[in-house]
């Protein structure tokens, strides 16, 4: 069974610029969370879906920061303009629903702003 | 804000000893508790996933205790390796996932 996929592992971009992270998540998984990881700390949630609905994207700064999930299945994250301090690991993850099922993450997008 | 804490941050230990990470939280009505594993440059790989029902979780040698009413988990473990060497990572469920900050485990040949 395939795991998360995500695109791409690394990217590089200067500030004040686009970026896009692309997710792939587990086959029949209705859940699926965008986290951010920065070095030494554990992930935090910055949106989770629900199928096609963000029923939690209350750490999203939404003034930079936009997501989407057609159809339920895949999901992008976009960043418009990056900022230096955006430069983290963004981690997708999904699972079978979000009533604290197991969650699969997949291996991140390591980000750096220039 | 729930918080979820690591104690140690890190830790080092000879091939063969026994360990035990532990996770603590600050609300009792958890969902559920999950150990994750992060090996470096990579994604979290899921190890143990303990129900807020359930006392304990083993796979391997790996054992996973959960005591909600003194907001505690502990990772327990067995025999540890080489392999082992990786961060580990627990995450609470209340109405969402709160990841601790990690314990670098260091098992040294």
């Known amino acids: 069974e395939a795991g998360v996929v995500q695109s791409p592992r690394y990217k590089i971009i200067e500030k004040k610029q686009p970026v896009a992270f692309w997710c792939n998540p587990i086959?029949?998984?209705?859940?699926l969370y965008w986290y951010l990881q920065n070095l030494g700390q554990g992930p935090e949630l910055l949106i989770r879906?629900?199928?096609?609905?963000?029923?939690?994207d209350s750490q999203l700064p939404k003034d930079r920061f936009s997501a989407e999930r057609l159809k339920g299945v895949d999901s992008t994250l976009k960043i418009q303009p990056a900022e230096l301090g955006d430069s983290a690991v963004y981690l997708c993850?999904?699972?079978?629903?979000?009533?604290?099922?197991?969650?699969?993450f997949g291996p991140g997008t390591r980000l750096t702003v220039l | 804000k729930q918080e979820v804490t690591q104690i140690p941050a890190a830790l080092s230990v000879p091939e063969g000893e026994n360990l035990v990470l532990n996770c603590s939280f600050t609300?009792?009505?958890?969902?559920?508790l999950q150990w994750f594993r992060q090996d470096p440059g990579k994604g979290l790989t899921s190890l143990l996933l303990?129900?807020?029902?359930?006392r304990e979780q083993t796979s391997g040698r790996l054992n996973a205790s959960l005591d909600k009413s003194s907001g505690r988990s502990t990772l327990y473990i067995a025999a540890s390796q080489p392999g082992d060497s990786a961060t580990y990572l627990c995450?609470?469920?209340?109405?969402?996932?709160?990841f601790g900050s990690g314990t670098k485990l260091n098992v040294k040949p």
């Open positions: 303990i129900q807020s029902s359930q």
């Open positions: 879906y629900e199928n096609e609905e963000a029923v939690d």
């Open positions: 609300d009792s009505a958890i969902y559920n």
């Open positions: 993850a999904s699972s079978l629903d979000g009533n604290g099922n197991e969650q699969f």
């Open positions: 086959s029949g998984h209705n859940t």
């Open positions: 995450a609470a469920s209340f109405n969402k996932f709160y």
